[in-house]
């Protein structure tokens, strides 16, 4: 097998994914901020802010789990049945808030039914994302077949463990923190004030999050303490704890100076650095603590042919997205929409 294949594939993949975070993220971020909203036109001008970019942001995610299944079929047969619940039930929840966010717009007067579907769907679907996450950080049973394979040999609800509930809580407060970011920087009067107002709390219970999970997985999994604290590991990987409390002090001097910039960059900053250090932690097991890359890679061939079709295509999801954000580029105003 050429060695290459299956890196290649993890990077295309490990983008595909991260892209998906810090885009949909804002998007659900904003469902997750609408129950703390008054009117229902300032949940009208919230919405307009992501109206021409959420469906296309999910387009990651379809980049993301399929690459997952066609490129390293192993991992995505044992992954699915030890992640099956919190999998469908994000994905329901992302096809109820889509929906929601149709027919919110033609439920006219009264859209309380479907402001309630909006921001549940969102807050259902991150902290199911962080169940998964927890779910794979902390490890998955597998046990090899009789035809030299592999497959979960755990139970229908192992995901479901205090650590995966307090990866769910910091997703969810992750993406309220695009959210309130986003919206300071996209729209203006009330909705803007009170955003920037909830960011910083926002910020502060991330961070905590992130600290508590980044000490409880080395102390509950000695490979991910030896991974970090081992000599010389722990000479190469300090700067990134310091780059992410630099990071976040910048944010919060941002949004302490009423920059709007800023703030979101660096939230977004702060995500692609948890992603990267998840991704030290983890190397080089795709399903820790067994299969890795290169275990659970397709033939060759399979990921040659594929790979060409997503060097056309990725470039063009690139370009489409950039091209979207750069039109509608500016800020909503309170009674302006696409609807």
Same mark, same amino acid.
């Given at each position: ?16 994914? *991260?892209?998906?975070?810090? !885009?949909?993220?804002?998007? %659900?971020?904003? $469902? &997750?901020?609408?129950?703390? @909203?008054? =009117? ?85 679907? *991150?902290?199911?994302?962080? !169940?998964?996450?927890?779910? %794979?950080?902390? $490890? &998955?049973?597998?046990?090899? @077949?009789? =035809? ?192």
């Amino acid at each position: 097998m050429e060695w290459y294949l299956p890196l290649a594939w993890g990077l295309i993949i490990g983008g595909a994914v *991260a892209m998906y975070v810090v !885009l949909d993220g804002f998007d %659900l971020g904003i $469902g &997750i901020l609408f129950p703390f @909203t008054k =009117t229902e036109r300032e949940r009208d001008q919230m919405m307009n802010t992501v109206a021409p970019f959420w469906d296309g942001n999910e387009t990651w995610l379809v980049l993301g789990g399929g690459g997952l299944w066609v490129a390293f079929p192993k991992a995505y047969a044992v992954i699915m049945p030890a992640l099956y619940l919190p999998v469908i039930v994000m994905l329901l929840a992302l096809i109820f808030r889509g929906v929601s966010f149709e027919f919110r717009w033609v439920a006219k007067p009264n859209k309380g039914v479907w402001n309630v579907a909006f921001a549940g769907g969102s807050i259902v679907a *991150a902290f199911c994302q962080g !169940l998964i996450l927890g779910g %794979l950080l902390q $490890g &998955i049973d597998v046990r090899p @077949t009789a =035809t030299n394979g592999l497959q979960f040999a755990g139970g229908p609800l192992d995901w479901l463990t205090p650590f995966s509930l307090v990866c769910g809580v910091g997703v969810v407060l992750g993406y309220a923190l695009l959210g309130a970011t986003w919206l300071n920087m996209k729209t203006d009067g009330e909705v803007a004030r009170r955003s920037r107002a909830q960011a910083p709390g926002l910020l502060l219970a991330m961070l905590a999050a992130m600290a508590l999970v980044s000490l409880w997985t080395p102390l509950a999994i000695d490979r991910i303490w030896d991974r970090w604290f081992s000599f010389p590991n722990i000479l190469y990987l300090w700067p990134a704890p310091v780059l992410t409390a630099l990071v976040a002090f910048g944010v919060w001097r941002g949004l302490a100076a009423g920059r709007e910039i800023p703030p979101f960059l660096g939230s977004i900053a702060l995500f692609l650095l948890g992603f990267v250090g998840l991704a030290i932690s983890t190397w080089p097991y795709l399903v820790p603590p067994t299969i890795t890359f290169w275990d659970a890679a397709a033939a060759p061939a399979s990921q040659i042919f594929l790979g060409a079709g997503t060097i056309v295509l990725f470039p063009i999801i690139v370009g489409y997205t950039v091209f979207v954000y750069w039109l509608f580029r500016g800020k909503v105003r309170e009674g302006e929409g696409y609807h």
